[in-house]
């Protein structure tokens, strides 16, 4: 079994920053790679930001120069860096790993999400 927890969501004003975390555990032979998605209720989920294992790392256009992704990889974690946040911004985040199994077989797994409001 495979446990991805999101954490650091919240509310904060336009222009401000958050960062949210996400970690991966359980059994897992190494992580391919981590992403973030958001998704607004009644509109289809949206890539945000993804970190491959080798440090490649990839932005929608929407958050280039404003968002940072990050990975700590000894500890199987990402961060996500988001400064100068606007009100669209606001969103359910959901961190998704992507895990190299004990068979060489790479499987997806998703966390439960952590809500980010911005507001005034």
């Known amino acids: 079994q495979v446990n991805v927890v999101e954490s650091g969501g919240g509310l904060v004003q336009p222009g401000g920053s958050l960062r949210l975390s996400c970690a991966a555990s359980?059994?897992?032979?190494?992580?391919?790679?981590m992403a973030w998605y958001r998704q607004v209720p009644g509109e289809q989920r949206e890539f945000v930001a993804l970190?491959?294992?080798?440090?490649?790392?990839n932005y929608t256009d929407s958050v280039k120069g404003r968002f940072s992704i990050s990975k700590i990889s000894a500890r199987n974690t990402v961060s996500l860096q988001m400064n100068s946040l606007k009100p669209e911004d606001t969103a359910v985040y959901s961190c998704?790993?992507?895990?190299?199994?004990?068979?060489?077989?790479?499987?997806?797994?998703w966390g439960q999400g952590t809500q980010v409001t911005v507001s005034s």
């Open positions: 998704n790993t992507v895990v190299w199994d004990f068979w060489g077989l790479r499987r997806p797994y």
């Open positions: 359980g059994g897992f032979s190494s992580v391919h790679n």
């Open positions: 970190v491959v294992d080798d440090g490649t790392t």
